[in-house]
């Protein structure tokens, strides 16, 4: 299934059967274009996510996870409840609803990157709504968009100095005499 923006989410269907004979079908969305402990380049995802998901979850629940079950899971369900309890309550927090994720699942939203694409998934959230003008908010979207570009480009270039530094020590390596490539214990 297609997210707009050029993102895709593989969605299928899996068939549980309870001991006592029930079966029971769960709707699986597999985003893979999300990579662990990052936030995805694409911030409009996980509204498209949660559309799905909505939609998938009139017929069958639907299970929401990733390899741990905090970073990636954390933002979008975050980011779902918050959604949720805006159009649900008069007032709420933010630190309500990420308050009420961490005590659900520890270490859920893992850092500082995934903390702020809640933030901006959320608002994307309201600019859909028609709650917010996207003009009103632009300053944050500058700002997260900025600060994104800032910390790739400083990851990548840790990514090369450990290149260029791991290159330069294969020169001079000597491996241990205890070192045999060629035996395996099992």
Not at 111 to 127: A, K, M, P, S, T
Not at 131 to 157: A, G, H, P, S
Request: charged residues 25%.
């Amino acid at each position: 299934m297609p997210i707009p923006d050029g993102d895709g989410a593989t969605c299928g269907t899996l068939e549980v059967t309870h001991k006592g004979g029930k079966k029971e079908k769960i709707e699986h969305i597999w985003y893979e274009n999300w990579a662990d402990h990052a936030a995805p380049d694409n911030f409009r995802a996980a509204f498209d996510l949660i559309q799905i998901a909505r939609t998938k979850r009139q017929n069958s629940p639907v299970v929401v996870h990733c390899s741990a079950g905090v970073g990636r899971t954390g933002c979008f369900v975050a980011i779902e409840l918050a959604a949720h309890m805006a159009a649900t309550k008069t007032i709420f927090r933010m630190e309500t609803v990420l308050r009420e994720i961490r005590d659900q699942r520890m270490h859920s939203i893992q850092n500082d990157v995934q903390y702020l694409y809640v933030y901006r998934g959320f608002v994307e959230c309201l600019i859909r709504k028609g709650v917010t003008k996207r003009m009103d908010v632009l300053k944050f979207i500058t700002d997260y968009d900025n600060l994104i570009k800032r910390k790739k480009t400083r990851e990548q270039d840790k990514d090369t100095s450990a290149f260029v530094a791991a290159a330069a020590k294969s020169k001079d390596y000597t491996p241990s005499v205890y070192y045999n490539p060629y035996n395996f214990y099992y």
